[in-house]
Nanobody, 120 residues
């Protein structure tokens, strides 16, 4: 069974940085496109960044462009989200997700989430 677990969340001051990791077990990371979502209290879950299985293609939400970087290390079965210049509005639970079939466009596996809190 494929499982995803996020690491690296925490409390940081505005302007600071955090690096989230998503470790995949029970499956091979290179088989999946990966995405990072976030959900703040009272708000809908939003896609923050995504990366193709080959890492050739990436996507960023406008709100994080230039500040966040998504990457992957298929050999380590781990995906990353480097978050710089953090703002209080980045506060949310962050989830990683894996997509088996890019043509279908739906994420199949999800991690439990990690809390990121940015203080002003």
């Amino acid at each position: 069974q494929v499982q995803l677990v996020e690491y690296g969340g925490g409390l940081v001051e505005a302007g600071g940085s955090l690096r989230l990791s998503c470790v995949v077990s029970g499956g091979t990371l290179s088989s999946y496109a990966m995405g990072w979502y976030r959900q703040a209290p009272g708000q809908e879950r939003e896609l923050v960044a995504a990366i193709s299985w080959s890492a050739i293609a990436t996507y960023y939400a406008d709100s994080v462009k230039g500040r966040f970087t998504i990457s992957r290390d298929n050999a380590k079965n781990t995906a990353f989200l480097q978050m710089n210049s953090l703002k209080p509005e980045d506060t949310a639970v962050y989830y990683c997700a894996a997509m088996v079939d890019a043509g279908r466009g739906e994420y199949d596996y999800w991690g439990p989430g990690t809390q990121v809190t940015v203080s002003s």
